[in-house]
């Protein structure tokens, strides 16, 4: 069974750019995750997605954003980016939700990098 | 940010020696905790969960104790492999806060042959 991919691995953009994070979960999961973990700050909750809807949001901007299409694949999007949002994006696929006492599965992340 | 952001505290162990993670929660209510490791430049990885209605839950090689009267959390490695070497979280669901998870700071394991 394939594993939770990002794509991509490794991204460099500039201040003010957007970007856009893509997450496959592993196949049949529902519920996708997103976190940002910097040095400084740890593991930070983003949002979740299950089933194409917006569950559950963390304490971001709103210049981060996401989506969940119908396949369950997911995407993150950054506007307006700023230094400090340099940082490891992960996601995690679940089955039933993140806190719904089942195992979440964590993908390698994005490093982005904002010059 | 919820997750508190300090320096990352270090354990060195010899390989063959047990090894216990502490972490302490900030939740009284958290009804479901996770150790997760992560290894450099990976992903982390799900260890063992246990739910706040039991105090202890043993894995492979990994045993995991919860003390909900001071709200404090243990990982305990038997017998710890230079493999171990990573960084261990714990995280707590906290249901009336709408039910997402809140990772700790991490704590560094280091195995030394």
């Known amino acids: 069974k394939a594993g939770v991919t990002q794509t991509p691995r490794y991204l460099i953009k500039t201040r003010g750019q957007q970007v856009t994070l893509s997450c496959s979960p592993i196949s049949g999961h529902r519920s996708v995750s997103w976190y940002q973990q910097t040095p400084g700050q740890g593991l930070q909750f983003l949002f979740e997605?299950?089933?194409?809807?917006?569950?559950n949001k963390g304490n971001f901007p709103g210049r981060f954003s996401g989506r969940q299409f119908s396949n369950s694949r997911s995407e993150m999007n950054v506007s307006t980016l700023e230094l400090g949002d340099s940082a490891l994006y992960l996601c995690?696929?679940?089955?039933?939700?993140?806190?719904?006492?089942?195992?979440?599965?964590f993908g390698p992340g994005t490093r982005l990098t904002v010059l | 940010g919820e997750s508190v952001g300090l320096h990352l505290p270090t354990l060195s162990v010899q390989e063959g020696d047990n090894s216990i993670i502490n972490c302490a929660y900030s939740?009284?209510?958290?009804?479901?905790f996770i150790w997760y490791k992560q290894e450099s430049g990976k992903g982390p990885q799900f260890i063992i969960d246990?739910?706040?209605?039991?105090d202890k839950r043993q894995g492979q090689r990994v045993t995991v104790l919860l003390n909900k009267t001071v709200k404090h959390l243990s990982l305990q490695i038997a017998a710890t492999q230079p493999g171990d070497s990573a960084v261990y979280f714990c995280a707590e669901n906290q249901p009336y806060n709408t039910d997402k998870l809140i990772f700790g700071t991490g704590t560094r394991l280091q195995v030394f042959p």
């Open positions: 995690a696929s679940s089955l039933f939700g993140q806190s719904s006492y089942n195992e979440q599965f």
């Open positions: 246990i739910r706040s209605n039991m």
């Open positions: 939740n009284s209510a958290s009804d479901y």
């Open positions: 997605y299950f089933s194409e809807t917006q569950r």
